[in-house]
């Protein structure tokens, strides 16, 4: 949408009306046909200006329409991929019935020996974008995404 520099518009409608007014007023006679145009010119350009604001409005209605639209893509959840194991499944369950669950939870529930694989693979479905991370001091804990 291209700006548009109105100033020497205003500067000539303002003049005229200015000049017209000066002329009568010299005289001490108001014409009523000079002030009903005068009016008439005034509701002409609030008409202009109010067709103007509401396409602006229209216009900015369709840039939110848009973002929302966008947002609302951005911030969806992905869709589980069809690339994840039967183990990556179980331990997005897992942590879905769960709520929150810390590697240590998940070493026990799954019977890994250590929580280093166990972290291992909730940092692999938090890089896929399956979990989200919260720090509660040292320890991590993963929640659905």
């Known amino acids: 949408m291209k700006v548009v520099d109105s100033s020497n518009e205003f500067e000539q409608q303002v003049g005229n009306i200015a000049d017209t007014v000066s002329q009568n007023a010299a005289s001490n006679a108001y014409d009523p046909v000079l002030l009903a145009k005068m009016l008439f010119e005034i509701a002409e350009e609030k008409k202009s200006g109010n067709l103007m604001n509401h396409k602006i409005i229209e216009m900015l209605d369709r840039i939110e329409d848009r973002l929302t639209r966008l947002e609302q893509t951005v ?8 690339g994840l194991s039967d183990r990556d499944r179980e331990v997005l369950d897992y942590v879905k019935e ?3 669950v810390s590697a240590d939870d998940l070493a026990q529930s799954f019977g890994y020996k250590g929580k280093n694989a166990a972290s291992a693979r909730l940092s692999k479905l938090f890089h896929e974008g399956h979990l989200k991370k919260e720090y509660m001091g040292r320890k991590v804990l993963y929640k659905p995404a």
Do not use: D, T
């Open 75 to 82: 911030h969806e959840p992905p869709a589980v991929s069809v």
């Open 98 to 100: 769960n709520g929150m």
